[in-house]
DNA sequence: GACAAACACGAGTGGTCGCTCGCATTCTTA
DNA sequence: TAAGAATGCGAGCGACCACTCGTGTTTGTC
């Protein structure tokens, strides 16, 4: 017999855009206050909903983050899904890490929610889990894409190489995201400058050292 | 008259003893679960007290904070009051950074609240005023230290090369406590080296480039 | 139009947390 | 040693929050 069979309650389209109503709430209201202080009631309210019909529609709260989480990742690897992927390590190092950060920073100053998501500290148990499997998801990618690059490099040190620079474009991002206009594209340079420098002496010996650029 | 005297209760010893207790038992429950999922409760059980014991000397949960804060500037200012400090310009920029690193390690990691209060995003109004009080000084001791080495940078530039370098150490920070022994060592030398990196095609030219460093 | 299912409401429930209060105990001081 | 202050206790109060439930409304289907 089954176990405690989930029955897929037939959505009408009214319940559907509740829906998208709510997890777009629920985004602002995570990405002024975090998830923890974040109460359901604010969400309902800023939906223009009861507190009962968002229960309608999600068992609990924590089901809204998993939500949101899930359909932010799915509409990031639809515009970018390829971001990450190796590439043919003869193209400079400059672009690559260029392609990458400008995808990123696209894509994470359009939904601010992501990183409020992702870095928030208090996240409980099932949303951590989350974090941990794409957090060591894109570390794996991002091992991948530095590979051959980093030809001189035993693996443990990639990994290590990976961390960083994982942990350094997150750093910038915070600082990114707290600025507008061209004081914000300012600091996107300087994080590609960081970034850039660091791994520039790690590549194996081959064509095409990276010079300066300015802003 | 004066407006809502605060009258300074005598202590005695056992107070006085019973206050370092509840900071301690504060330092450790701040730094498993952050502040604000730290409840009181749990501060005065973990110093083996009632919770009226606890507001007897504290009169609300935000003041211990405060309090455990503002010590550990001082335990810190106590120790390494003129890691800051600006220095003759011709020390070579690798000793200045590994000196600054190695000093700031060396505290975070014998006392992991400090980063757990100042990196903390749920901290309230009061304390989070603090936090961004001694990170403009942070900040602006940076840029003074950096100054004599970045000569050929207008101020604005470096403003912005100082609140870089400092969300690179903390996000260097953050990989650091989370490893032991010598793969914390390693990820050490990690920091420095992105750090190095970062900053050296930035200063004036002088003699004396910074050569690569291993393991 | 009739019926059922989905949707919507919002006062209410149980639980947690910051904090209080009345009272007991220990220390200081004269 | 006696008075008063400091320390200590823990049940409990009020506020807030995640979540529920009884009831009423809308929508899809025959």
């Known amino acids: ?45 800023e939906a223009g909903v009861s507190p009962g ?5 999600f068992p609990n709260k924590e089901a809204i983050a998993i939500e949101l989480g899930g359909r932010l990742v799915a509409e990031y690897q639809a515009a970018y899904g390829e971001a990450l992927a190796p590439v043919d390590p003869a193209i400079p190092l400059e672009m690559v890490v260029n392609a990458i950060v400008d995808q990123f920073i696209d894509f994470n100053c359009r939904r601010p929610v992501f990183f409020a998501l992702m870095h928030g500290p208090d996240v409980p148990g099932r949303i ?16 991948g ?29 915070e600082l990114i995201l707290a600025r507008e206009g061209a004081d914000r594209e300012a600091y996107v340079q300087e994080l590609k400058n960081v970034l850039l420098r660091y791994l520039d002496p790690l590549v194996g010996d081959r064509l095409g050292g990276t010079p300066e650029q300015g802003p």
């Open 1 to 45: 017999m089954p176990t405690s069979q989930e029955q897929p309650r037939r959505r009408q389209s009214r319940g559907e855009r509740r829906i998208a109503q709510l997890l777009e709430a629920a985004a602002t209201v995570f990405t002024s206050t975090g998830y923890t202080a974040a109460s359901t009631n604010a969400i309902a309210r």
């Open 53 to 57: 019909t968002l229960y309608q529609f």
């Open 128 to 143: 951590a889990e989350e974090h941990d499997v794409l957090h060591k998801t894109v570390i794996d990618r991002i091992q």
């Open 145 to 173: 894409l530095l590979s051959p690059f980093l030809t001189d490099l035993p693996a443990e040190e990639i990994t290590r190489v990976a961390q960083v620079c994982m942990a350094v474009y997150m750093a910038g991002l």
